[in-house]
């Protein structure tokens, strides 16, 4: 049973649009929402993560949005530039336990 | 650099062979956790180490495998009998007990089993 459902699995996007990934979860235990950014033969590296007592947060062009009724949760890059071109994660923790439980990935390409 | 090492960096075995993978942390990190990658997909929680103690094993860590932590800091996880379906990278994370959410990923060690 996957427990994090992340969409699309591929996004292309031309340079200064506002790619979208969401995702959704099932176990309404989990309390921590981070998304990871990974580069080809890099490990996974935080970017941005959220609690569910939070709508919305901001970090710098990533913004993070939180519907805790819907159990969804969504990754917006504003003004995407090539660099930005990898694989985002999205994943889930119940406070306290295990480890991270993760998306599959979305393979996102931003075109100059 | 200051980050999570992993070693080696990649690994081509023959099946039935064993193998080790080590893992440092950051320096202070209470927390150790390994996580296998397969190809197309997101990292899988395999277990963790809070200082010494192994706290949580996953279901998909079977008998073949085993995780140390001897003394809190690295970590050792060993594939015996090693088998096709092996074939994956593994990564390993630490993270602060008071901050155990933010874990910070090491490049991974990525294992070939012919």
């Known amino acids: 049973q996957q427990q994090v459902k992340q969409s699309p699995q591929s996004l292309i996007v031309q340079k200064g649009g506002i790619p979208i990934i969401n995702c959704a979860y099932e176990?309404?235990?989990?309390?921590?929402f981070p998304w990871y950014q990974q580069f080809p033969g890099k490990g996974p590296a935080l970017l941005i993560a959220i609690r569910p007592d939070v709508s919305e947060k901001k970090e710098g062009r990533f913004t993070i949005s939180f519907n805790k009724s819907a159990k969804q949760f969504s990754l917006h890059i504003m003004d995407s530039q090539p660099g930005d071109s990898a694989t985002y994660f999205c994943?889930?923790?119940?406070?306290?336990?295990?480890?991270?439980?993760f998306g599959k990935g979305t393979h996102l390409i931003i075109q100059p | 650099d200051t980050g999570v090492s992993q070693d080696p960096r990649h690994k081509i075995t023959k099946r039935g062979q064993n193998v080790t993978f080590r893992c440092d942390p950051i320096?202070?990190?209470?927390?150790l956790y390994w996580y296998r990658q397969t190809l197309g997909q997101g990292p899988e929680f395999l277990t963790y180490?809070?200082?010494?103690?192994?706290?949580?094993k996953s279901r998909l860590l079977s008998d073949r495998f085993s995780a140390e932590r001897p003394k809190g800091s690295f970590s050792t996880l060993e594939i015996q009998r090693t088998e096709q379906g092996d074939s994956a990278m593994y990564l390993c994370?630490?993270?602060?007990?008071?901050?155990?959410?933010?874990?910070?990923f090491g490049p991974g060690t990525r294992l070939l089993v012919l």
């Open positions: 994370a630490s993270s602060l007990v008071l901050s155990e959410e933010t874990q910070y």
């Open positions: 180490f809070q200082n010494e103690a192994q706290l949580e």
């Open positions: 176990n309404t235990a989990f309390d921590y």
């Open positions: 320096s202070e990190h209470n927390r």
């Open positions: 994943a889930a923790k119940v406070g306290g336990a295990d480890g991270l439980t």
